[in-house]
Every structure is written in structure tokens, then in C-alpha cells.
């Protein structure tokens, strides 16, 4: 017998939303979802060529948000079609498939790549949404991170570390901008079934040893995701701030020296 799970829905209508990274995974499922909840929504992403189209109602901004430049355009971009920007969320990031080895056999270009992106670019975006959201005393920023950022393994030796910069740079700026009705939040998946994991699954034993390692045994869905930055970002969460969500089926609380369980016989 299925029990009643219980429901929660959003009203954005009015709001105004820049999403970065937002053309596939978790960014798209952000997108989406904002639209359904009446928000105007604009996406960052360095690629909208090679994905189905969004909706066309969402601001495509091309732009690498490790270009200060790019971000300051993207913020301008939204402000001049919309008005403003009431939420910004920082999500994208690069995790290549190469960039799984210790940190001697890094290269610079790789390293450079990875913080480039996935560190400066929250910031150089943070700053310019900053100065939009100061001149109206209020608005949110939250920061996409990980569970990698709490809990390591071997071959991260870049992503990880940054991801838990990432959660670092939230709650600093929730503290910096508390007294000017700015919230400051991070939402840190687990393993989320994205474009960037499935590139990567055989660096990560497979689908089914991955999925093996959270509690709940499953990998998870970006619009999981999605559903956590709604809530984090609404008026219910209003004392909320300078603090991380983990959505991560559990993997934080198991740590890695626990037992997995057995893995199910074909």
C-alpha cells in the first residue's frame, strides 16, 4: 500500500532568476523548474548548440563564467530584458574525465581550467549579481556544490577541494550580506545522473557500484536538485542563510570507511 508522500509548490511569479550552467543537468533542471514556477529565467552556458533547445521564453546568455567580463555581460543581459535579479544560482562547473588523478600528475592548464571555472567564475558572477542586489536590499545567491566538498576519495584532487571552497564562499557571503537582505546558500548533491557523471561513470566503478554507495541506493535526478534551490531560495526558507543543503541520498552520513551493501546477483 502507497502512502501519501506529501506535496510543496512555489509561486515566482515576478522573480527574476540567472542560472549558470544552465543548457543541460542540473542547470536545465533549475531552468525548468523556475519556469514552471512563474519566474523569468536566464540561463549562462558556454554551449547551446549542441542540446535540445530550452524554452523559448529563457534568456540565453552565451558567456564562460570564467570570464569576468562574460559575467558582468550576463548580469547587465538579464537586468536590461528583466529588470533585475531577485536569485542568482552558480552552477556551472567542469569536472573532465582526465582531471581524475592525484594532484602530481595534474598539469597547469588543467588546474587552471578547473579553479578557473568552478572557483573564480562563482565569484566574478557573485560580485556582479551583488551590486544589482544591494541596490535593492534583497536577493539570493546559491551556490551549487557538492558532496565532494565535505566528504574526499582518491583522484579528486582539484574538484573536490574547490567544491568545498565553494560552500566556504556561501557562507561568507552570507555573513558579509546578512544585514542587507541578502540570503547566501549551497546546495551540495550527491551523485546526480548528469551529462558530466555519465561521461565519467567508469572513473567511478560503474552505475551501479556508484549508486551502490548512497544509503538510499539509487543515483539521483537533477531535478531533485532543482527542488532544493526552490526551497532554499523562497520566502520559507527566510532564516536561512550561510549554510549548505546536502542532497545526497545519504553518502555524508555513511563516510567512506563504512561497509557497502551487496551488491544485487544478475
Same mark, same amino acid.
Given at each position: 500500500?502507497?502512502?501519501? /508522500?506529501? @506535496? ?83 552552477? +556551472? ?26 572557483? @573564480? ?43 568545498? /571552497? ?19 546558500? @549551497? ?19 560503474? +552505475? ?26 523562497? @520566502? ?31
Amino acid at each position: 500500500m502507497t502512502r501519501p /508522500a506529501g @506535496s510543496v509548490s512555489y509561486d515566482n511569479s515576478g522573480r527574476i532568476v540567472l542560472v549558470t550552467g544552465g543548457a543541460r543537468g542540473i542547470g536545465r533542471a533549475i531552468c525548468e523548474q523556475w519556469l514552471r514556477t512563474g519566474a523569468s529565467v536566464a540561463c549562462m552556458d558556454r554551449d547551446f548548440k549542441s542540446v535540445d533547445a530550452l524554452p523559448e521564453s529563457i534568456l540565453q546568455i552565451c558567456g564562460d563564467t570564467s570570464s569576468d567580463e562574460d559575467c558582468q555581460r550576463a548580469v547587465a543581459d538579464t537586468v536590461d530584458r528583466f529588470g533585475t535579479v531577485d536569485v542568482l544560482v552558480n552552477n +556551472a562547473a567542469v569536472q573532465p574525465r582526465d582531471s581524475y588523478v592525484p594532484i602530481h600528475d595534474y598539469t597547469v592548464e588543467l588546474w587552471n581550467r578547473i579553479t578557473s571555472v568552478n572557483l @573564480s567564475g562563482y565569484a566574478f558572477m557573485a560580485r556582479h549579481a551583488l551590486k544589482v542586489m544591494l541596490a535593492q536590499e534583497s536577493g539570493v545567491i546559491c551556490n551549487i556544490c557538492s558532496a565532494q566538498g565535505h566528504r574526499t576519495a582518491r583522484e579528486v584532487a582539484a574538484y573536490g577541494p574547490i567544491k568545498a /571552497a565553494n560552500i566556504l564562499q556561501a557562507k561568507q557571503w552570507g555573513v558579509e550580506y546578512a544585514r542587507h537582505g541578502i540570503r547566501v546558500v @549551497s546546495v551540495s548533491p550527491g551523485a546526480i545522473l548528469t551529462p558530466m557523471v555519465q561521461a565519467t561513470l567508469d572513473a567511478q566503478g560503474g +552505475a551501479a557500484a556508484l549508486a551502490n554507495r548512497a544509503p538510499v541506493g539509487r543515483i539521483g535526478q537533477p531535478e531533485e536538485i532543482a527542488a532544493a534551490t526552490l526551497w532554499m531560495c523562497s @520566502s520559507a526558507a527566510s532564516f536561512v542563510t550561510a549554510t549548505d543543503l546536502l542532497v545526497d541520498g545519504g553518502i555524508d552520513a555513511l563516510a567512506a570507511f563504512a561497509d557497502p551493501w551487496p551488491l544485487p546477483e544478475n
